[in-house]
Nanobody, 126 residues
């Protein structure tokens, strides 16, 4: 098990950029597949981006492809989400999730993850 702590969320204008961080504590982070999910008020949690243990493979939701980039630094036990060209519809609580994963892939379903952070609020104003 790892503990995950997100940071970096804030209010930003449409078209702006943010970088979210997810710091992991208490485990060998290089063995964990990691993903970002988001949940807007009144909506279900949705997949945003995922990255495999080594960082060599990534996956994105169609709604963020080309605008968001997920990356990781296993030496720093941290995963990042660089968000560019932000839109008001990106407003949500963003949470990172991790799971010890034998295969060097990254699941995109929230039910695949058993370690979650508390979330960080991202608000994009128009």
């Amino acid at each position: 098990q790892v503990q995950l702590v997100e940071s970096g969320g804030r209010l930003v204008q449409a078209g702006g950029s943010l970088r979210l961080s997810c710091a992991a504590f208490g485990g060998t982070f290089g063995y964990y597949a990691t993903a970002w999910f988001r949940q807007a008020p009144g909506k279900e949690r949705e997949f945003v981006a995922a990255i495999n243990r080594s960082g060599g493979s990534t996956d994105y939701a169609d709604s963020v492809k080309g605008r968001f980039t997920i990356s990781r630094d296993n030496a720093q036990n941290t995963v990042y989400l660089q968000m560019n060209s932000l839109k008001p519809e990106d407003t949500a609580v963003y949470s990172c999730a991790a799971r010890w994963w034998v295969v060097n892939t990254a699941p995109t379903s929230p039910s695949s993850y058993n370690n979650w952070g508390q979330g960080t609020q991202v608000t994009v104003s128009s």
